[in-house]
């Protein structure tokens, strides 16, 4: 019997968590039970998904920003479909593909700063990988500094930059590093000072929290780099591609020259994984110092056709439909919206965004009442404010969003960059009517957030957060 997809999923329909609690992760499938989010998606467009009974949702998470350009784009589409009706030759390993040259020459005029060099890799994490290496190599130090809140990827390499202790803590010794706090010049040049730094490696908008850095902090940063002998790495792997309306976030700041720039997810439309480090050729040729050490950094799916296909076709569709000043639009109006709702509201503390990478972050309210609710849901967890607004916002308004970061008081938004103004509305009314129910305590929405302590925590300590 041939292989059929559509018998095989229609088959098999509705049973997404059984089969992933049994082969995959288990604990990811409770958690997403607990909170609701426990749906099969059967299409997507744009930014919109489908569920299997039809109903639509607005995608405000963009698979964690890799449909910048929106889900399924035709024109990537197509060229895909092209290139897989021509049988063209992939993965050869000994040529030199024409469509990753193509590529690589695309992405460097449009990444600037006169780096030279395009390396590709498969994800964000294996990207950040190739600078740490190659970031060693090139200056001969082994230390690598970044950022409070930084977010590199899970890899060990990477873990080792990763700014909340949860995500490192169990998995051994990693490499030597240093934390600095985000946007702080006088830490930073204290941590270059010893002359034993590689790389300084920052986020030019950080994802965990959606931190913006003062003006001058990134041109800056990189003339310290440049002063104690260590490069200056900017990881765009969510901010770049168009997302904070200009190709790079780093390109809001004037005077910022990066030696080498990471970009992944977005980068081929989100159809399949790619990344890819654009550097200097002084990093390059001691890397790749000879013939015989032209290939000592590789991996055979880093330069796939098909993620060079997606990723061409991708950055025509960001210039062909204006993807960042709709962004930048789309981003400024979202931001004034919210910005006018924020004084009704006590536990919105602050609204801030770049393009279309916004953050609604919570804090203590003023209101004796709301305070002590506040303090209830913070002492079980952190993220359990957040919770109580992501969950009805996907459960009542089809919304899906998501917490900006591990124990934090903040949620995200990252759109894709198609997003238009009734888009725009549609959040806007929904997060208004949500926040309107939890400034109602006792209410509903309180004690529909007890119950999801309840059910995450274990009973006792969930009865804890109603009293
Ligand atoms: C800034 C940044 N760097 C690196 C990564 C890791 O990318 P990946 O998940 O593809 O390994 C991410 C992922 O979210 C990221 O946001």
Redesign the pocket.
């Known amino acids: 019997m041939p292989f059929d997809l559509d018998k095989l999923i229609s088959e098999h329909a509705g049973e997404n968590y059984a089969l992933y609690a049994a082969h995959v992760n288990p604990r990811f499938a409770r958690a997403l039970s607990i909170i609701g989010f426990d749906r099969c998606y059967a299409r997507a467009e744009g930014a919109y998904l489908w569920d299997t009974d039809g109903r639509k949702y607005l995608d405000m998470l963009a698979g964690?920003?890799a449909f910048n350009i929106g889900r399924n784009h035709p024109v990537v589409k197509k060229a895909l479909n092209d290139f897989m009706a021509a049988d063209v030759a992939s993965l050869v390993q000994m040529e030199a593909p024409l469509l990753c040259g193509l590529l690589a020459d695309e992405l460097k005029r449009r990444v600037g700063y006169g780096l030279d060099y395009v390396y590709f890799g498969s994800?964000?994490?294996?990207a950040?990988e190739t600078a740490i290496k190659f970031a060693r190599r090139a200056t001969g130090r082994s230390r690598i500094v970044y950022a409070a809140s930084g977010?590199?990827?899970?890899t060990t390499g990477?873990l080792a930059l990763n700014g909340s202790e949860v995500f490192k803590e169990n998995f051994g010794d990693l490499i030597a590093s240093a934390k600095v706090p985000f946007g702080d010049l006088p830490a930073l040049e204290q941590a270059l000072a010893a002359g034993d730094v590689a790389a300084f490696f920052i986020?030019p908008v950080q994802?965990k929290g959606v931190n913006i850095p003062p003006e001058g902090y990134l041109a800056e940063a990189g003339r310290l780099c440049r002063k104690h002998g260590a490069l200056f790495v900017a990881?765009e792997?969510?901010?770049g591609i168009g997302r904070t309306g200009k190709f790079l976030a780093l390109h809001h700041e004037d005077g910022a020259e990066p030696d080498m720039v990471?970009v992944?997810?977005s980068l081929s439309g989100g159809f399949v994984p790619i990344?890819a480090v654009v550097m200097r050729a002084g990093i390059y040729d001691k890397v790749y110092s000879s013939l015989d050490r032209a290939v000592v950094h590789s991996s055979t799916f880093g330069k796939s056709n098909f993620a060079m296909v997606a990723g061409l076709a991708a950055l025509s569709v960001v210039d062909d439909e204006g993807l960042m000043d709709n962004a930048t639009a789309m981003g400024d109006l979202l931001g004034t919206r919210l910005r006018e709702l924020a004084p009704r509201y006590e536990f919105i503390k602050d609204i801030r965004w770049r393009g279309l990478m916004l953050a609604i972050e919570f804090g203590k309210p003023k209101s004796l009442k709301l305070r002590a609710a506040w303090k209830a849901v913070n002492t079980l967890n952190e993220d359990l404010f957040c919770q109580a607004v992501t969950i009805p916002l996907l459960a009542d308004h089809g919304i899906l969003t998501q917490v900006a970061g591990n124990r934090m008081t903040t949620i995200k938004l990252i759109p894709p960059l198609v997003v238009t103004e009734a888009d725009i509305a549609w959040f806007v009314s929904a997060f208004d009517t949500v926040m309107a129910d939890l400034h109602r305590f006792p209410g509903p929405a309180w004690e529909s957030l007890n119950r999801i302590a309840r059910n995450a925590l274990g009973r006792g300590r969930g009865k804890a957060a109603a009293e």
Do not use: M, P, R, W
């Open positions: 964690y920003g994800t964000g994490a294996e950040n977010f590199h990827g899970l990477a986020e994802g990881d792997v969510q901010s990471i992944s997810k990344s």
